[in-house]
């Protein structure tokens, strides 16, 4: 069976401590037609070194890519602009992958060509100790089906480091640079928007390293507001998903309370609350503004007795 060729996409920046391992695992893939494309943001700490080490010893397997910061947004598009891949696999720059991903996703991906988006379980690790934390399906259940609708909805059922997307359904402007970080996101809505399937293949195929500098961790609020600029463009773009939109929005709105209300800051917590119900009429949205009238103590308590998923 002839092999397509896959592009592995890392997106680096400063990774000095953790390079070697992240390039190794994809590199030593058990795929023959295979590019692993480096793109290096500007690094500033020795890991542009370690990845011009790599593509010495790694002719023609590790294409590096690099040039001034751009961020997450635009690092992905500059690994994209060098993708030649039929099908593209996300890594980040910290994260290892294990054997056999590659050979496992193409063959999904290959049995029908309706499928644009592949994924898998992704084991979460503790940096300095290498102890297991969690699965990722041990927080959201690994899903599959047909469009953007669900996705929309709910949001992504699968680390960013576990998928593989074909790449002729991939958008031709690539990643949009106003999302500077969840750039994931509306990159799959707008992949599934045409009616594409995703799904998953069993197993654990990647290994997400949590450690203190994860921009997960760190830029927080940036977060929080790509989410509701993701669903603004996508209403935009797709009017058959406005009412997923509304709905995932009502969603964002009663976690941001939920955020607030644990804080100690019921007023805050009640407005976004109060939003979510006017988005998408909902008793959660409802029970939860009702939490912010109660003295601290008891509301504290029901919030810890009932959420999550009560009030999710």
Same mark, same amino acid.
């Not at 590019?35 to 500033?44: C, L, M, P």
């Not at 089906?145 to 909805?153: F, K, N, S």
């Given at each position: 069976?002839?092999?397509?060729?896959?592009?592995?996409?890392?997106?680096?920046?400063?990774?000095?401590?953790?390079?070697?391992?992240?390039?190794?695992?994809? %590199?030593?893939?058990?795929?023959?037609?295979?590019?692993?494309?480096?793109?290096?943001?500007?690094?500033?700490?020795?890991?542009?070194?370690?990845?011009?080490?790599?593509?010495?010893?790694?002719?023609?397997?590790?294409?590096h890519v690099h040039g001034p910061n751009l961020g997450i947004a635009g690092n992905c598009n500059r690994a994209l602009q060098a993708s030649r891949g039929k099908y593209v696999a996300y890594q980040g720059g910290d994260d290892v992958l294990l054997p056999g991903k590659i050979c496992k996703q193409v063959e999904w991906m290959e049995a029908d060509e309706r499928r644009v988006l592949c994924g898998h379980d992704v084991e979460a690790f503790e940096s300095h100790s290498g102890k297991r934390l969690y699965l990722f399906?041990?927080?959201?259940?690994?899903?599959?089906?047909?469009?953007?609708?669900?996705?929309?909805?709910?949001?992504?059922?699968?680390?960013?480091?576990?998928?593989?997307?074909?790449?002729?359904?991939?958008?031709?402007?690539?990643?949009?640079?106003?999302?500077?970080?969840?750039?994931?996101?509306?990159?799959?809505?707008?992949?599934?928007?045409?009616?594409?399937?995703?799904?998953?293949?069993?197993?654990?195929?990647?290994?997400?390293?949590?450690?203190?500098?994860?921009?997960?961790?760190?830029?927080?609020?940036?977060?929080?507001?790509?989410?509701?600029?993701? %669903?603004?463009?996508?209403?935009?773009?797709?009017?058959?998903?406005?009412?997923?939109?509304?709905?995932?929005?009502?969603?964002?709105?009663?976690?941001?309370?939920?955020?607030?209300?644990?804080?100690?800051?019921?007023?805050?917590?009640?407005?976004?609350?109060?939003?979510?119900?006017?988005?998408?009429?909902?008793?959660?949205?409802?029970?939860?503004?009702? %939490?912010?009238?109660?003295?601290?103590?008891?509301?504290?308590?029901?919030?810890?007795?009932?959420?999550?998923?009560?009030?999710?």
């Open positions: 069976m002839t092999q397509p060729l896959v592009s592995i996409h890392i997106i680096i920046y400063n990774m000095l401590p953790f390079i070697h391992e992240t390039l190794t695992s994809a %590199l030593e893939q058990d795929y023959d037609n295979l590019e692993v494309i480096a793109a290096d943001d500007g690094s500033t700490d020795g890991t542009t070194e370690i990845i011009r080490e790599y593509a010495r010893k790694y002719p023609g397997r590790l294409v399906s041990e927080l959201t259940a690994l899903r599959g089906g047909t469009g953007a609708d669900w996705i929309v909805r709910n949001g992504v059922s699968f680390g960013a480091t576990s998928v593989m997307l074909r790449a002729a359904s991939i958008p031709p402007h690539g990643i949009d640079p106003r999302i500077p970080i969840v750039v994931d996101w509306l990159l799959y809505v707008e992949c599934l928007a045409s009616g594409g399937h995703f799904g998953y293949v069993d197993g654990i195929y990647a290994r997400y390293r949590q450690h203190e500098n994860n921009v997960t961790k760190r830029e927080h609020r940036t977060r929080q507001d790509d989410l509701f600029v993701t %669903l603004a463009l996508v209403e935009s773009r797709y009017p058959s998903l406005l009412r997923a939109c509304r709905y995932a929005r009502s969603r964002l709105y009663r976690t941001a309370g939920m955020v607030h209300m644990r804080k100690g800051d019921p007023a805050t917590a009640r407005k976004y609350w109060i939003a979510s119900v006017r988005e998408w009429p909902h008793w959660k949205g409802i029970l939860a503004s009702g %939490l912010t009238f109660l003295p601290a103590a008891p509301a504290s308590i029901l919030l810890n007795r009932f959420s999550p998923p009560f009030l999710d």
